[in-house]
């Protein structure tokens, strides 16, 4: 059966050329555990009980669905989506390549499951034949593939929170001083900042508009303490994000002499502007340097290893409890194996109570149930980010979370 990939909707003979150069730079990580998942369900399917109780015998991908919603669809474990993929594996050599228009349908026999693409032509029955209409379209085929995850759950937190180490925060370049003497900074005004110093040595990093020098800087304030619920070890500090800035001259000194014309050498904070705001810019916020831009693709999977945690903080305004495309910090990072990407079920704690049916009515603790999934999408050294893909009830500091399976 012939694949599907980059024939939705009519385009021209021209630009057809231009697929494989999109294709090549839309290049996403697949692991050698995840294609050999695919291979052998490739071979194999899946047993039927493993399907999701209503799923579906097709399915057309709509503009708007994502990777992971189509495994939910199909699989009792969305984070097995290896596993759909390998379903298919003759027509999607690629999963993240799926595209709106593109069928689905469920394939059973024997107690096994496949999963293939076809087109459907109109009036008929499902055929290989793609008709090809003349006409012009332009559009990126990165922006025409469905993505993991819908990208604005996710994207703004991006670029807001920080986590840092307190000497870090404490050291990074701080605005000085603001034109007129305003107390408040927005979007367009013109601010001073320079880098931290100790009897006039620098302890941190100085603000140099020199070739090859960030000249682009998040603002952040009030670096809060993120604890270990059970530790109560402070695992790293969290930054306030309030927007952004970028550098106009750097830092320098100039000679100039006092009111009784003693020679004296003064210091000239750098000149930045203020660029965007989540909140207004005040004094004594401090600029971090702008990180580099990465290609940012989920792969939603189950950790290879035990995992075990606790949520350590509910991001921004959420309140006390975290819905469902909110976000968590979890005291687990890099140093414990935690990959971006990964799935981990969220656990409610049992309640205490007593046995009231047992005569000395002692205390007991119910189990620890499900409550739902979160998905890892940004690694520090000992804490991360999560996002609540699903939840039951809400999400709380000190709730566990655990492997998934």
Do not use: C
């Not at 150069?21 to 990580?29: G, R, V």
């Not at 995992?307 to 968590?328: C, H, R, W």
């Amino acid at each position: 059966m012939q694949t599907i990939f980059g024939r939705i909707g009519a385009i021209s003979i021209a630009a057809t050329a231009l697929l494989g150069i999109a294709a090549q730079a839309q290049t996403f990580p697949v692991t050698q555990e995840q294609k050999a998942t695919a291979v052998q369900v490739a071979q194999t399917g899946v047993p039927l009980a493993e399907l999701a109780p209503n799923a579906p015998d097709g399915y057309s991908v709509k503009r708007g669905d994502t990777l992971w919603l189509i495994s939910a669809m199909f699989l009792k474990s969305p984070w097995r989506w290896p596993e759909l993929w390998g379903m298919n594996l003759d027509d999607i050599r690629n999963p993240h390549r799926i595209y709106p228009g593109q069928q689905l349908y469920l394939d059973k026999a024997n107690g096994r499951a496949t999963l293939r693409t076809r087109t459907a032509a109109v009036g008929g029955p499902p055929t290989d034949t793609v008709r090809l209409s003349p006409g012009t379209r332009a559009a990126t085929l990165a922006d025409a593939a469905i993505p993991t995850l819908a990208p604005q759950a996710i994207e703004p937190f991006l670029a807001e929170p920080m986590i840092v180490d307190e000497v870090t925060f404490a050291q990074a370049p701080r605005i000085v001083a603001t034109q007129e003497g305003r107390v408040m900074l927005s979007r367009g005004d013109r601010a001073y900042a320079r880098g931290e110093y100790v009897g006039g040595q620098a302890v941190g990093a100085s603000l140099s508009d020199e070739k090859g020098e960030t000249l682009d800087y998040r603002v952040f304030r009030n670096a809060t303490p993120l604890i270990d619920p059970t530790t109560r070890a402070i695992l790293g500090y969290e930054a306030q994000y309030v927007g952004k800035a970028e550098l106009v001259r750097g830092e320098s000194t100039v000679l100039g002499e006092d009111a009784k014309g003693k020679a004296l050498i003064d210091i000239v904070p750098a000149t930045i502007d203020i660029v965007a705001t989540k909140e207004e810019m005040r004094v004594g916020d401090r600029l971090i340097a702008e990180p580099p831009r990465e290609l940012r693709s989920y792969v939603p999977r189950a950790p290879p290893v035990p995992m075990t945690g606790q949520v350590v903080s509910v991001y921004g305004n959420a309140g006390d409890f975290a819905a469902e495309n909110q976000i968590v910090v979890i005291n687990r990072g890099i140093d414990d194996g935690l990959e971006r990407g990964h799935v981990v079920a969220i656990l409610k704690n049992g309640q205490r109570m007593r046995d009231t049916t047992d005569r000395g009515q002692p205390q007991i603790r119910l189990p620890n149930e499900r409550n739902g999934l979160m998905m890892v999408f940004r690694t520090f050294e000992h804490l991360s980010y999560a996002l609540v893909l699903q939840v039951t009830d809400g999400v709380k500091v000190g709730d566990r979370f655990a492997n998934p399976n």
